[in-house]
């Protein structure tokens, strides 16, 4: 923490240093106990950063004490006068007006007073005058302060009040990073906010960056050899950024920003940030299996089996300050529905879009739980009760909207509802008959919800025939959402949905009686309100995939042969319904597209397929720029972007003028490709002179060894006379055989 | 992708144990776990004649001579045997204490050396013998010592025939040197190169470096005065055969998985070709698939225009470079021109 970059830890400074003066030093001048804690009137309305501003404004540092405020921030001891003041959370929060106030104050005085003596005592207080459910107690001594953190931490006051006591010093370094990085201190340019913690989003080439999780040449596989390394995407060579060994042993991923790159380790899980990727925060759950970051990069939530009935295995972090906000007890059989050696259902804990409110489906209760992250209650104080809900999914962005399925049941029919949160208003659903089976997919803007829908074909339901729909909820401008059904007929092996326009891709495979084997047919569809009553677009054959994957960008989709020897990737424009280019990748075992939706990494993992393993990079169109092979590899992953700055006015802007800044990035991009060759140059030209002088070097050396040798050894003309005979003979001889 | 040709010779009934090539290249000689060994014309393919035994152990080395005289084989059944190439006789044999598990003649013919596997109680040993006397009389040991420590897996002469380099079961190469007066061997230097067994060790044809593989994944190429290792060529399985080009800066690795492993894994998985590295830029150039099985042992022809592996399969396949082989440039900048 103490190396944090200057130019955010200084902005932060003044704020925190405002606050300093006037809770802390400036007690002398003001007759602090009134003015803290009984003007109520004054600190009303306000959020706790609101206080840090405002104290801000109320005490401007003058020059001197910038100067002094600056030597301060340079010098290892941040702040002397914070030492004697700690924060207490979770004390109850009641009405600071009511008559229950007087009595707890007595009740804490009593209990913070063993430890020192109290100079201060102020309640934060909620916007709707709620004590807002922590303090801070400042003590004469910082010993005192000290000792009340260490023993009354985890003090429990009743049954649903144990304090969380931490020293002010400590907190400053937090809130600091928090202001720097939190949404609440609007900026006009989020990049120059986020700062050195979007520092690979802010670099002039735009490059992006992808991790890669591998096993050195080392046969055994107890995990001491193993690498995550980091590499920059430039078209070309990748770029190598950083390599550590047992960076991460379990395992790892990006947060959805990129913001933060997450270990997992035995003993909990941790988040790097930052151009040096060091530690940014760490959280201590032992046996972590799995972890998530919420999409606003606000919680954490690890995982681990649970050890015992009741065991809180899940807990939701604030990100910042590594506390635990929430826990669960959640049983394996629901995190391993298929068995402990099938994937997770994971992320358990789904988000909405802003972090506001998360929810967790209970497949026994019948019933999503939604909670407000806030203050991490259930919504209402209610779970969502749905007979028989099978699923549900968040809006990934827009509004917080959730839309969940639920099976036939007591000649009730199947249903896809969208439901508002946290209106619980339904806002559009959908009645199905005969379902077998559904899947629910947003698209990434949050502008179509797709629900795949296996429906029986025969009424028996004794046959396992089953036939394949689509219903295509889209959210657009209007209030209306309107629904579209695409009936994809019988035998549908793989479908997509354009993540960026109105176009839906279908795999299906018939049998037929000619060819052995299948006549598999790529089908689209529009998804368009417009077309719903004539949804078919085009069909393609010829096109045999196990998997169908949009770029991210829209417009281009790969057909991948997944785990197949044959590992088939064919890159199809669908615009014009053509195959632009047909590839192959021997193997390959996943594909992911890069945030861009330029590149494509296909790759093999190991786990997935013993065997050698590789990964390749690729354009949109389908040419290979970049292949590696790596004994083991583990897991490939893109780090993610920040959303996008400019408004759609600019952005239109940029697209209308795309020529211009064409040019300029050709020409960068030549400069960067003949620096690449200059390097590979020198690069080959070191080796190549290293060996040379070797070689050499050994050369001479055998030289010495051999005239030395020379030297000693006279007599042996003799026999290399009698060599010499038997040579000539051997030749004579077989030059007669050929004969 | 370029085509490349390979002649198969499957006269063999058992794992290949080992290969070479006659100084001249006109002819290749095998030896199996099962006896015969044989020899074969590197221009057609036809296999010239055998070496029969007479009994049914395991052939694990051989040896020929400079000038293709004499053939030297060393047995699981403690027996190395000294063959006339022409004629096919064996013309002497030395009892060993236990198995044979490395023989070579010294650059003038003149000398052997062999090491052998422990056995029971009985300690591995490394032996220096020389033949002045091999039509009809009685070998002369010029040194003689068991080895307690480590097995020797793999060996050869070193620069001048003045000592022998040793890879070993725990992954260390060594010196050993003869010390005339007192009838022993001892050792010059000890570096522990590897993490595993040693399973191949072959000298540049300029005895600048010798070329070691290992279990360990990888093959190394160390100087041969000094076992200072330079560079390294990472594999994804063991290693069980590499051999140097006198040509081009070329290394051949082979290898794959155990033989207990093999029958579990499909012949595509089972990591059964050859690798050609580049020795300067330690960067695979090009792979040589058809093996069903592990390679066991790998030889480049004299003169570096082709090369041959025999596997576990019980196949050699001799292959000759197209000629796309010789235009390759792994860097455009040619500095290896």
């Given at each position: 923490?103490?190396?944090?970059?200057?130019?955010?830890?200084i902005?932060?400074g003044?704020?925190?240093?405002?606050?300093?003066?006037?809770?802390?030093?400036?007690?002398?001048?003001?007759?602090?106990?009134?003015?803290?804690?009984?003007?109520?009137?004054?600190?009303?309305?306000?959020?706790?950063?609101?206080?840090?501003?405002?104290?801000?404004?109320?005490?401007?540092?003058?020059?001197?004490?910038?100067?002094?405020?600056?030597?301060?921030?340079?010098?290892?001891?941040?702040?002397?006068?914070?030492?004697?003041?700690?924060?207490?959370?979770?004390?109850?929060?009641?009405?600071?007006?009511?008559?229950?106030?007087?009595?707890?104050?007595?009740?804490?005085?009593?209990?913070?007073?063993?430890?020192?003596?109290?100079?201060?005592?102020?309640?934060?207080?909620?916007?709707?005058?709620?004590?807002?459910?922590?303090?801070?107690?400042?003590?004469?001594?910082?010993?005192?302060?000290?000792?009340?953190?260490?023993?009354?931490?985890?003090?429990?006051?009743?049954?649903?009040?144990?304090?969380?006591?931490?020293l002010?010093?400590?907190?400053?370094?937090?809130?600091?990073?928090?202001?720097?990085?939190k949404?609440?201190?609007?900026?006009?340019?989020?990049?120059?906010?986020?700062?050195?913690?979007?520092?690979?989003?802010?670099?002039?080439?735009?490059?992006?960056?992808?991790?890669?999780?591998?096993?050195?040449?080392?046969?055994?596989?107890?995990?001491?050899?193993?690498?995550?390394?980091?590499?920059?995407?430039?078209?070309?060579v990748?770029?190598?950024?950083?390599?550590?060994?047992?960076?991460?042993?379990?395992?790892f991923?990006?947060?959805?920003?990129?913001?933060?790159?997450?270990?997992?380790?035995?003993?909990?899980a941790?988040?790097?940030?930052?151009?040096?990727f060091?530690?940014?925060?760490?959280?201590?759950?032992?046996?972590?299996?799995?972890?998530?970051?919420?999409?606003?990069?606000?919680?954490?939530?690890?995982?681990?089996?649970?050890?015992s009935?009741?065991?809180?295995?899940?807990?939701?972090?604030?990100?910042?300050?590594?506390?635990?906000?929430?826990?669960?007890?959640?049983?394996?059989?629901?995190?391993?529905?298929?068995?402990?050696?099938?994937?997770?259902?994971?992320?358990?804990?789904?988000?909405?879009?802003?972090?506001e409110?998360?929810?967790?489906l209970?497949?026994?209760?019948?019933?999503?739980?939604?909670?407000?992250?806030?203050c991490?209650?259930?919504?209402?104080?209610?779970?969502?009760?749905?007979?028989?809900?099978?699923?549900?999914?968040?809006?990934?962005?827009?509004?917080?909207?959730?839309?969940?399925?639920f099976?036939?049941?007591?000649?009730k029919?199947?249903?896809?509802?969208?439901?508002s949160i946290?209106?619980?208003?339904?806002?559009r659903?959908?009645?199905?008959?005969?379902?077998?089976?559904?899947?629910?997919?947003?698209?990434?803007?949050?502008?179509?919800?797709?629900?795949?829908?296996?429906h029986?074909?025969?009424?028996?339901?004794?046959?396992?025939?089953?036939?394949?729909a689509?219903?295509?909820?889209?959210?657009?401008?209007?209030?209306?959402?309107?629904?579209?059904?695409?009936?994809?007929?019988?035998?549908?092996t793989?479908?997509?949905?354009?993540?960026?326009?109105?176009?839906?891709?279908?795999?299906?495979?018939?049998?037929?009686?000619?060819?052995?084997?299948?006549?598999?047919t790529?089908?689209?569809?529009?998804?368009?309100?417009?077309?719903?009553s004539?949804?078919?677009?085009?069909?393609?054959?010829?096109?045999?995939?196990?998997?169908?994957?949009?770029?991210?960008?829209?417009?281009?989709?790969?057909?991948?042969?997944?785990?197949?020897?044959?590992?088939?990737?064919?890159?199809?424009?669908?615009?014009?319904?053509?195959v632009?280019n047909?590839?192959?990748?021997?193997?390959?075992?996943?594909?992911?597209?890069?945030?861009?939706?330029?590149?494509?990494?296909?790759?093999?993992?190991?786990?997935?397929?013993?065997?050698?393993?590789?990964?390749?990079?690729?354009?949109?169109?389908?040419?290979?720029?970049?292949?590696?092979t790596?004994?083991?590899?583990?897991?490939?992953?893109?780090?993610?972007r920040?959303?996008?700055?400019?408004?759609e006015?600019?952005?239109?802007?940029?697209?209308?003028?795309i020529?211009?800044?064409?040019?300029?990035?050709?020409?960068?991009?030549?400069?960067?490709?003949?620096?690449?060759?200059?390097?590979?140059?020198?690069k080959?030209?070191?080796?190549?002179?290293?060996?040379?002088?070797?070689?050499?070097?050994?050369?001479?050396?055998?030289?010495?060894?051999?005239?030395s040798?020379?030297?000693?050894?006279?007599?042996?003309?003799?026999?290399?006379?009698?060599?010499?005979?038997?040579?000539?003979?051997?030749?004579?001889?077989?030059?007669?055989?050929?004969? | 992708?370029?085509?490349?040709?390979?002649?198969?010779?499957?006269?063999?009934?058992?794992?290949?144990?080992?290969?070479?090539?006659?100084?001249?290249?006109?002819?290749?000689?095998?030896?199996?776990?099962t006896?015969?060994?044989?020899?074969?014309?590197?221009d057609?393919?036809?296999?010239?004649?055998?070496?029969?035994?007479?009994?049914?152990?395991?052939?694990?080395?051989?040896?020929?001579n400079?000038?293709?005289?004499?053939?030297?084989?060393?047995?699981?059944?403690?027996?190395?045997?000294?063959w006339?190439?022409?004629?096919?006789a064996?013309?002497?044999?030395?009892?060993?204490?236990?198995?044979?598990?490395?023989?070579?003649?010294?650059?003038?013919?003149q000398?052997i050396?062999?090491?052998?596997?422990?056995?029971?109680?009985?300690?591995?040993?490394?032996?220096?013998?020389?033949?002045?006397?091999?039509?009809?009389?009685?070998?002369?040991?010029?040194?003689?010592?068991?080895?307690?420590?480590s097995?020797?897996?793999?060996?050869?002469?070193?620069?001048f025939d003045?000592?022998?380099?040793?890879?070993?079961?725990?992954?260390?190469?060594?010196?050993?040197?003869?010390?005339?007066?007192?009838k022993?061997?001892?050792?010059?230097?000890n570096?522990?190169?590897?993490?595993?067994?040693?399973t191949?060790?072959?000298?540049?044809?300029?005895k600048?470096?010798?070329?070691?593989?290992?279990?360990?994944?990888?093959?190394?190429?160390?100087?041969?005065?000094?076992?200072?290792?330079?560079?390294?060529?990472?594999?994804?399985?063991?290693?069980?055969?590499?051999?140097?080009?006198?040509?081009r800066?070329h290394?051949?690795?082979?290898?794959?998985?155990?033989?207990?492993?093999?029958?579990?894994?499909?012949?595509?998985?089972?990591?059964?070709?050859?690798?050609?590295?580049?020795?300067?830029?330690e960067?695979?150039?090009?792979?040589?698939?058809?093996?069903?099985?592990?390679?066991?042992?790998?030889?480049f022809q004299?003169?570096?225009?082709?090369?041959?592996?025999?596997?576990?399969?019980?196949?050699?396949r001799?292959?000759?470079?197209?000629?796309?082989?010789?235009?390759?440039?792994?860097?455009?900048?040619?500095?290896?021109?």
């Amino acid at each position: 923490m103490s190396e944090f970059p200057k130019q955010g830890g200084i902005s932060t400074g003044d704020g925190m240093y405002g606050i300093l003066k006037t809770l802390g030093s400036d007690e002398e001048a003001d007759s602090s106990t009134p003015e803290l804690s009984d003007d109520e009137g004054y600190v009303e309305c306000i959020s706790d950063i609101d206080i840090l501003n405002k104290l801000k404004e109320i005490h401007k540092p003058n020059e001197a004490e910038t100067i002094m405020l600056h030597h301060r921030l340079e010098s290892p001891e941040v702040s002397k006068e914070f030492d004697s003041i700690i924060i207490v959370e979770n004390i109850p929060q009641i009405d600071p007006k009511g008559e229950k106030m007087e009595k707890l104050e007595i009740i804490l005085r009593k209990i913070f007073s063993r430890f020192g003596k109290i100079v201060n005592i102020y309640f934060a207080k909620e916007t709707n005058a709620m004590l807002k459910g922590f303090m801070l107690v400042e003590y004469q001594s910082s010993d005192s302060a000290e000792q009340a953190k260490k023993i009354a931490d985890g003090y429990i006051m009743d049954k649903s009040h144990t304090f969380t006591i931490n020293l002010m010093t400590e907190v400053v370094e937090a809130l600091g990073m928090s202001d720097e990085f939190k949404e609440q201190t609007p900026l006009a340019y989020p990049g120059e906010r986020q700062g050195p913690l979007w520092w690979w989003a802010m670099k002039e080439d735009a490059h992006d960056q992808y991790a890669i999780l591998h096993q050195g040449s080392n046969t055994d596989l107890s995990n001491s050899d193993v690498h995550l390394s980091l590499w920059w995407n430039t078209g070309s060579v990748p770029r190598y950024i950083v390599e550590r060994l047992k960076w991460s042993m379990l395992g790892f991923t990006w947060s959805k920003q990129g913001t933060f790159l997450v270990t997992v380790h035995p003993q909990g899980a941790a988040i790097w940030a930052f151009e040096s990727f060091e530690r940014f925060q760490k959280y201590p759950h032992f046996g972590v299996k799995l972890v998530d970051i919420s999409p606003g990069e606000n919680y954490v939530v690890t995982c681990s089996l649970p050890q015992s009935e009741d065991d809180q295995n899940v807990k939701i972090w604030n990100l910042l300050t590594a506390k635990v906000v929430k826990t669960f007890s959640v049983e394996s059989v629901v995190i391993y529905p298929g068995g402990r050696d099938k994937p997770a259902k994971w992320p358990l804990i789904q988000w909405s879009y802003n972090d506001e409110y998360f929810g967790i489906l209970s497949l026994a209760n019948q019933s999503i739980k939604v909670f407000q992250s806030d203050c991490m209650k259930l919504l209402d104080d209610k779970v969502i009760h749905i007979p028989n809900i099978q699923d549900f999914s968040w809006r990934p962005t827009g509004s917080n909207v959730l839309a969940y399925w639920f099976p036939e049941q007591n000649q009730k029919p199947a249903q896809v509802a969208l439901m508002s949160i946290p209106t619980r208003a339904i806002a559009r659903q959908k009645n199905l008959v005969g379902v077998h089976d559904c899947e629910l997919k947003w698209t990434e803007n949050g502008r179509f919800l797709l629900c795949k829908v296996i429906h029986y074909i025969s009424k028996s339901r004794k046959q396992n025939k089953t036939k394949t729909a689509f219903e295509v909820f889209s959210i657009g401008q209007d209030r209306e959402i309107p629904v579209i059904s695409i009936d994809a007929g019988e035998s549908v092996t793989a479908y997509a949905l354009d993540q960026n326009g109105n176009k839906i891709a279908v795999m299906s495979s018939e049998a037929t009686k000619d060819v052995i084997g299948h006549q598999s047919t790529l089908k689209f569809f529009s998804v368009d309100p417009s077309r719903a009553s004539n949804p078919f677009l085009k069909d393609m054959t010829g096109v045999y995939a196990s998997h169908l994957s949009w770029s991210p960008l829209g417009q281009y989709l790969v057909a991948a042969a997944i785990s197949q020897n044959t590992g088939d990737l064919i890159f199809i424009d669908a615009t014009e319904f053509s195959v632009i280019n047909r590839q192959n990748h021997t193997g390959f075992t996943d594909i992911q597209w890069d945030p861009t939706g330029r590149y494509l990494c296909s790759y093999i993992n190991y786990m997935t397929r013993a065997t050698e393993c590789s990964y390749a990079l690729w354009t949109f169109y389908g040419r290979c720029y970049y292949k590696f092979t790596i004994p083991f590899l583990y897991a490939f992953k893109w780090r993610g972007r920040p959303p996008k700055v400019l408004t759609e006015g600019e952005q239109l802007e940029i697209q209308k003028n795309i020529a211009y800044y064409q040019k300029i990035f050709e020409q960068k991009d030549k400069k960067a490709q003949r620096n690449e060759a200059d390097k590979l140059f020198k690069k080959y030209r070191a080796m190549f002179n290293d060996f040379m002088d070797v070689k050499n070097c050994i050369k001479d050396r055998l030289h010495e060894l051999e005239t030395s040798l020379n030297k000693r050894l006279d007599s042996t003309m003799d026999e290399e006379n009698f060599d010499i005979e038997i040579v000539e003979s051997f030749d004579k001889e077989k030059v007669e055989i050929i004969k | 992708m370029a085509l490349i040709r390979a002649l198969m010779l499957l006269s063999h009934e058992g794992p290949i144990s080992q290969i070479k090539y006659n100084r001249d290249g006109d002819l290749l000689f095998s030896v199996s776990k099962t006896p015969p060994a044989m020899v074969w014309r590197t221009d057609t393919g036809m296999r010239l004649g055998t070496y029969e035994f007479g009994e049914k152990s395991a052939i694990s080395c051989l040896d020929i001579n400079k000038d293709t005289t004499r053939l030297v084989t060393g047995s699981a059944g403690n027996m190395i045997r000294l063959w006339d190439c022409e004629t096919g006789a064996c013309l002497q044999t030395v009892t060993t204490q236990t198995s044979v598990r490395t023989c070579e003649f010294s650059s003038d013919g003149q000398i052997i050396f062999y090491t052998t596997d422990a056995q029971r109680k009985i300690s591995p040993e490394l032996a220096i013998l020389t033949l002045k006397q091999f039509e009809g009389g009685a070998f002369d040991y010029i040194a003689q010592t068991h080895i307690t420590d480590s097995k020797v897996t793999a060996a050869t002469w070193g620069p001048f025939d003045q000592h022998i380099i040793t890879g070993h079961e725990n992954g260390s190469l060594r010196f050993y040197q003869a010390d005339n007066s007192a009838k022993r061997v001892q050792v010059l230097r000890n570096e522990q190169i590897h993490k595993d067994t040693v399973t191949d060790l072959k000298m540049t044809s300029d005895k600048l470096f010798c070329l070691s593989a290992s279990k360990d994944f990888t093959a190394k190429l160390s100087t041969s005065d000094r076992l200072e290792n330079i560079k390294t060529f990472n594999t994804d399985r063991p290693v069980n055969a590499a051999a140097i080009s006198s040509l081009r800066n070329h290394v051949i690795i082979g290898g794959g998985q155990e033989a207990m492993w093999v029958t579990q894994t499909h012949s595509h998985t089972g990591k059964f070709e050859a690798k050609i590295f580049h020795v300067i830029y330690e960067q695979e150039i090009g792979r040589v698939k058809g093996h069903f099985g592990p390679i066991n042992s790998l030889a480049f022809q004299p003169d570096g225009r082709g090369f041959s592996s025999g596997g576990e399969d019980g196949v050699i396949r001799m292959h000759q470079f197209p000629e796309i082989y010789y235009d390759f440039e792994f860097d455009r900048f040619k500095f290896d021109r």
